[in-house]
């Protein structure tokens, strides 16, 4: 039986997956085309198997959807003001496959084992359904797995004899029965899905040991919904464009406000405003949690900067107050190492020994995409992490350097560095964690390093133009980062973005421009987002806005879209303002298309 041949794959049936899917789509609605996930639903983060008791959005209502397809309270039963329940996003995702006529051509339970590039162009996709192996061929392949697909879970001393439930935070669901059964857990870990299982536990009465290790990044940021002595809501006030001036950006000119953004992070005044900005955010939520009015709560005050933390910094999104949970003693906070598991027990470094009914762990996930690409070395030239080789990796030594010099030059306040924690290790050195996997998040590895965070930077594959990564960025602003990078990789495919954007490949020194942009914009996130995932991949948040403005410039549509200076600069951007995008595109190459006889 001959292998199968579409004209485009996309691997990952999430908010991007299903984007790139519906856009290629309305552009080339005769194309053929598969969605694969491994999962058994749509949705990714929002599939089923993943919507365990009480979850939500940190997003409210208006900035959490499709710029073509709004969210709203008649259908959707989500009033302004609240925040999304997961099932509410994971039917709103059906919803939208549906109504675009992708749902159809998506095939979940498939994992995607390995992508093997076809020497004259193509991918060869070897795939697993069930026990099934079969292979696929894809002309283009868009990847859109994301990056919290795999998860990290250590291996703990003693853990074979602990016979209690020992688990992954993405498998909270598989073990929601123990919210009704347990009387006493223990959770690990300091990000938001560790802060969203405390609660679900607490909120019901059952005791909680939270254990945050002493030598990582310590609890994350947790805003309430509105922020500033003006109560702004958050995901709009990044949203808003003078307020991302505040934030040195290496992409920032994109927005066209060069002498603002040379004023406030060039000069020694705009420096002194600028760090008055991110003193009164960061003061602000403090001062609104009232960390400092218990000795437990003030376990939770945040560890870094607020100036410093990228998607991590994050939204209270819960029914009741989350921090009476931890006045009351219902939740108790320790800032430790865990040494070794025994049997029902949790023993610490600090020799506290917790009884315990289970231990659930939010740590982390493999930055890696969930599959093999082949030949073997072919990472480097993708432009995905691997270890540093030689003179032919684009991230070399004397690229970073280069790099860093006008980081520096151009955001002089990025040379002063926080030490967030000066006992900072790897999660693996910290106690009696260990690995039984191949991959150790803490192996040193390159970045991601994507042109626009989506585009092999090498002259190989802006040559064959039938590959690019969609998703490799964290931030508030998902669904439209979806929208935009769809139409960027498409319009990429179709040959349709200017020269000055992806020039050919036979351009020398144009291609080697790429390739330091490249590097520059990877290298950027290790200084401006020390407190998040800035040195392995995209993680933004008040860059948000810039970043889709470079996208749309290249495809030459209108960046400015609020009719008028003032507008523009002070209210905040939202999927309503790019509700046509797909059709300015259309109209945009049907303008430029040659006739058919030309």
Known sequence: MPTET?????????????????????????????????????????????????????????????????????????KPGEHIPGTVIHKYLVDYATKFGILSHVRANTKVVSAEAIEDGGWTLTLLTGETKSTLVAKKLIVAAGLTSEPFLPHFEGQESFGKPLFHGRDFKQYADTLDIAKSVTVFGGTKSAWDMVYAYASKGIKVDWVIRSTGHGPIWQSPPYVTPLKKWLEKLVMTRMLTWFSPCIWGDADGYTGMRGFYHGSAIGRGITNTFWSILGGDVITLNKYDSHPETAKLKPWSQAMFTASSFSILNYETDFFELVRNGTVKVHITEISSLAPGKVNLTDGTVLETDLLGCVTGWKHVPPMKFLPEGIDKELGLPHAPTDAEDIYTEDAVKKADKEIFKRYPRLKDQPVQNKDLKPLLESGGLSTKDAINPSTPLTPYTLYRFVLPPTQKFIRRRDIAFAGIVMNFSIPLMAQMQSLWILALFDGTLPKSVVPEADSADAIAELRYQTVLTSRFGKWRY???????????????????????????????RKGGWLAEATTPYGPEDYKDIVAEWQAKTAKTAKPADA
């Open 6 to 78: 579409l004209d485009l794959v996309i691997v990952g049936a999430g908010w991007f997956g299903l984007c790139a899917a519906k856009t290629n789509h309305q552009l080339h609605p005769d194309a053929t085309f598969a969605i694969l996930d491994g999962a058994a639903t749509i949705g990714g983060v929002w599939a089923e198997h993943r919507l365990y008791p009480g979850l939500k959005s940190n997003n409210m209502l208006g900035t959490y959807e499709y710029p073509d397809f709004p969210m709203d309270t008649e259908t959707y039963g989500v």
């Open 530 to 560: 020390p407190a998040g995932h800035g040195s392995q991949f995209a993680d933004f948040v008040f860059d948000s806005l810039p970043y889709l403005d470079q996208l749309i410039g290249d495809l030459g549509l209108p960046i400015y």
